[in-house]
Nanobody
């Protein structure tokens, strides 16, 4: 099993920045994709970014492209989501999730991920 713990959420003004962290433990050698999803209040969970755990491209939702950057700390089991120029519509609970496969066809589908963190709240004031 893989355990995931997110941190770094909080309250920020529009235009500000936050960096979320996702610390992985357990059978991290099985991870091939780490993705970030978010769930705004009263809405469905949506894809934000997918990171290839062993190196490779990172994919982003159109709504965050150019503002968010996903990365992994090489040699460690922590991933990050740097969020710049935050907008009120970015407010949500942010989750990281992993799966033991890398595919560039369905990385945006939450049902394809095995393990999830508990989420961290991001609030953006206008």
């Amino acid at each position: 099993q893989v355990q995931l713990v997110e941190s770094g959420g909080g309250l920020v003004q529009a235009g500000g920045s936050l960096r979320l962290s996702c610390a992985a433990s357990g059978r991290t050698s099985t991870i091939r994709t780490l993705a970030w999803f978010r769930q705004p209040p009263g809405e469905e969970r949506e894809f934000v970014a997918a990171i290839s755990w062993i190196g490779g491209p990172t994919y982003y939702a159109d709504s965050v492209k150019g503002r968010f950057t996903g990365s992994r700390d090489n040699g460690k089991t922590t991933a990050y989501l740097q969020m710049n120029n935050l907008k009120p519509e970015d407010a949500a609970v942010y989750y990281c999730a992993t799966r033991p496969a890398w595919r560039n066809t369905d990385f945006g589908e939450s049902s394809k991920y095995n393990y999830w963190g508990q989420g961290t709240q991001v609030t953006v004031s206008s």
